[in-house]
């Protein structure tokens, strides 16, 4: 960005004309606000002045004929009757080409030490997806560099992919090995609720200074307000809309969509939204749902951007509002497992309750033949495992059960393995566990009778 597109910035945030309410009341999360019912709307942010010169921002839930109720953005502590409050109007974000390699939080303010700059047109955040009739089509096969991505649970341009996980079974590595060696020209990642002592651990390690390198991490961690947390998907999704319009493949993992529903809850339920969904405001599937439309392929002639979105399932529910809603717009969804993750098999995908809905078109045909021969194998030795280890199968009652016994090691091993020679590779190797080549025949030891 030259130094007229940071003065245009600039200038495009100043304010000819201030307008300026009064605190009213303060009741419970709220505080209503007089004088701004000929400006305020709903979403607009006020910026409040304590007594001793602290500045609040909140943001307006709800409004009356006489009052704007708002939700501050922080700890109440301070604010009291009478405190002026300056309606600033819609909050969005600047996203800018600079910010690639760097770590931002919902507002595109910098966290890692160092100056940002805003670009020069400023965003919504609740931005409409593109027109239905003129969106392009999904793309081609990517690149993911992991051997069951590149071939059972294939990731296509465009496309919308779920992951659903409980804590614990390796989500975050699964997420920082895509953010490195997946296919595409800018990744963002949003981390919503994240602890806040593992950021730092995530940029260094996980994601390590390659991923970094092409990355935009815009983060909210737990310890932030509700309004910070739930944003915190919907700027990344901005910043990663800046990049597909100007023609680019933008990868987008946002973890997670279970913190960001958690967040809309307690915002929801403070501007007076009754719960519904086992506790949950009904404007919660509208704002699943409109987040992950903006994603996929973008108008003709622009970019993509191809999302990965986590879910966190208690207990393995499935069936819980979230991954519920979710699973329903998406392309394809991931389910890891526990019980995988405690037997040491990482990445701990259950392919079996996993699908890509990119199959079978992405796929040439004797690669669906082979995904399609591992499919039912893997699905022969789930039904019989128990039975296997009681010790109650006899060899040779069911051919296929057979087949699937003696192969499964082959194509366990192979769902954990990387594919750092792509696509083709990858499909060498999973034909290699589905047909190994015969043992070679001992031979007699020395002194046996012949």
């Not at 992919?161 to 997946?182: D, E, N, Q, W, Y």
């Not at 987008?252 to 086992?278: C, F, K, N, Q």
Request: glycine letters at 10%; aromatic letters at 4%.
């Amino acid at each position: 960005m030259d130094i007229l597109d940071e003065l245009r910035a600039q200038v495009a945030l100043l304010r000819p004309v201030r307008v300026f309410g009064r605190i009213s009341r303060i009741e419970g999360q709220l505080v209503a606000v007089t004088g701004l019912t000929d400006t305020a709307r709903i979403g607009d942010w006020l910026e409040i002045e304590t007594r001793d010169g602290t500045l609040v921002s909140a943001e307006i839930l709800r409004l009356t004929h006489e009052e704007a109720l708002a939700m501050p953005d922080g700890p109440r502590d301070g604010l009291a009757i009478g405190d002026r409050a300056e309606h600033i109007a819609t909050r969005g974000i600047a996203p800018d080409d600079s910010w690639v390699g760097r770590v931002i939080d919902p507002y595109g303010r910098p966290i890692d030490g160092r100056p940002l700059l805003p670009g020069p047109r400023q965003r919504a955040l609740n931005t409409a997806p593109p027109e239905p009739a003129r969106r392009g089509r999904l793309g081609a096969r990517l690149e993911t560099g992991m051997a069951v991505f590149n071939t059972l649970l294939p990731i296509v341009e465009g496309q919308r992919i779920g992951l659903f996980a409980g804590s614990g079974v390796g989500k975050t590595m699964l997420l920082g090995k895509l953010a490195r060696h997946m296919q595409a020209d800018i990744v963002v990642i949003a981390l919503v609720g994240e602890r806040g002592r593992e950021l730092r651990d995530f940029i260094e390690d996980v994601l390590g200074p390659e991923g970094l390198a092409r990355a935009v991490v815009v983060t909210g961690t737990s310890d932030q307000p509700p309004l910070t947390r739930r944003r915190c998907a919907q700027a990344a999704m901005c910043v990663a809309e800046h990049f597909r319009d100007q023609g680019k493949h933008v990868l987008l993992l946002a973890d997670s969509i279970t913190r960001m529903a958690e967040a809309h809850r307690e915002v929801a339920l403070a501007g007076g939204e009754p719960a519904s969904l086992r506790g949950y405001p009904s404007s919660l599937a509208h704002q699943i749902m409109a987040l992950a439309e903006r994603a996929g392929p973008g108008r003709d002639g622009l970019g993509a951007i191809t999302a990965l979105f986590t879910v966190l399932v208690a207990g393995s529910d499935m069936e819980e509002p979230v991954a519920d809603i979710l699973r329903g717009v998406l392309d394809g969804h991931v389910v890891m497992d526990r019980a995988i993750a405690e037997r040491g098999r990482f990445p701990a995908i259950d392919v079996l309750r996993s699908v890509s809905r990119s199959l079978p078109h992405c796929a040439r045909p004797e690669e669906n033949a082979r995904i399609a021969e591992a499919r039912r194998l893997l699905g022969a030795y789930d039904r019989a495992e128990m039975m296997v280890q009681a010790g109650l199968y006899e060899r040779g009652s069911d051919p296929l059960v057979d087949r699937a016994i003696a192969l499964w090691p082959a194509l366990d091993g192979f769902i954990a393995e990387d594919a750092p020679g792509g696509i083709r590779q990858a499909f060498a190797k999973l034909a290699q566990a589905l047909d190994p080549p015969p043992a070679a025949p001992q031979a007699p030891k020395a002194g046996a009778r012949r």
